[in-house]
């Protein structure tokens, strides 16, 4: 784990990539060592529905939630946020000057006990590839 959703204002896929975005913050959160692939997740949601500071329709928002278990020491936590935050700044940044947009990030530590995983995929990927 962590799951990762990019939470943002739909004006922002009329102006940029979010495949591309979703694909840098996955990155950014495998290079920091703390999530191992198969059991990253990361994905975006646009909100359609959404008013930001005085309402002016150039805006536009990104809020980044990184769910995990709780495990992790503070500082590693703090620099993986940084690392997600600093990648939507990277990512976003040509649009800045026409479009303002206010970015967050944080983590949401999951209580184990009331979590239940089932990761198929963990399965797949410690299995042997299959011969051709």
């Known amino acids: 784990m962590p799951h990762i959703i990019i939470e943002h204002s739909a004006n922002l896929a009329e102006l940029t990539d979010m ?10 959160a495998l290079a920091g060592g703390l999530a191992e692939p198969a059991a990253l997740r990361t994905r975006a949601a646009a909100r359609r529905h959404y008013r930001i500071a005085d309402g ?3 805006y536009g928002f990104v809020a980044v939630y990184a769910r995990m278990a709780p495990g992790r020491d503070r500082e590693t936590m703090r620099e993986f946020l940084i690392r ?7 990512a976003l940044a040509p649009l800045l000057p026409e479009h303002p947009v206010a970015v967050s990030a944080e983590i949401q ?5 009331m979590r239940i995983n089932r990761n198929h995929i963990r399965t797949r990927l410690s299995e042997p590839p299959a011969a051709p």
């Open 19 to 28: 495949s591309s975005l979703v694909d840098a913050v996955h990155q950014a």
């Open 56 to 58: 002016d329709p150039s």
């Open 84 to 90: 997600l935050i600093d990648t939507v700044d990277e």
């Open 109 to 113: 530590l999951i209580d184990p006990a």
